[in-house]
């Protein structure tokens, strides 16, 4: 069985309650590794600079403390030109999130219609709490 190692566990634990749920269930079948949760101000400032972010301090979920995203993505990390790799991923996550009774908003399909096609800003690794 996959298990995060002690950077996820680290990343993992600036994170909500209910995303450390969904991610630990999610790797007991996916190989995957957490890649982020809180982000700091200099991280989102030059986040947003190079457009991997499209808010500014202090406005994204991942400035929060505890954080109410998180960057997940499939290991080993498949390239980021494998969208479909991606895509399956996210479905797996969203769906492991609903059966723990979790609601998230995942970056491949910001407004949760399961339009793929319709998204002007992709980020495929984050996930955060649709509240």
């Keep these: 069985m996959p298990s995060f190692g002690q950077a996820s566990k680290g990343h993992l634990l600036t994170c909500d309650e209910r995303l450390q749920r969904v991610a630990r269930e999610v790797v007991k079948n996916y190989d995957c590794s957490v890649w982020e949760g809180h982000r700091g101000e200099e991280d989102q400032t030059r986040y947003f600079r190079h457009g991997k ?9 991942h400035n ?53 096609d319709d998204q002007k800003f992709m980020d495929l690794m984050h996930f955060e709490l649709a509240e």
């Design 53 to 61: 972010s499209r808010v500014r301090w202090p406005n994204s979920k």
């Design 64 to 116: 929060v403390r505890p954080s109410k995203a998180m960057h997940l993505l499939p290991h080993p990390f498949p390239g980021w030109e494998n969208s479909k790799t991606f895509y399956f991923f996210g479905g797996y996550v969203v769906r492991t999130a609903e059966v723990l009774g979790i609601k998230l908003r995942w970056g491949g399909d910001w407004d949760s219609d399961y339009d793929l």
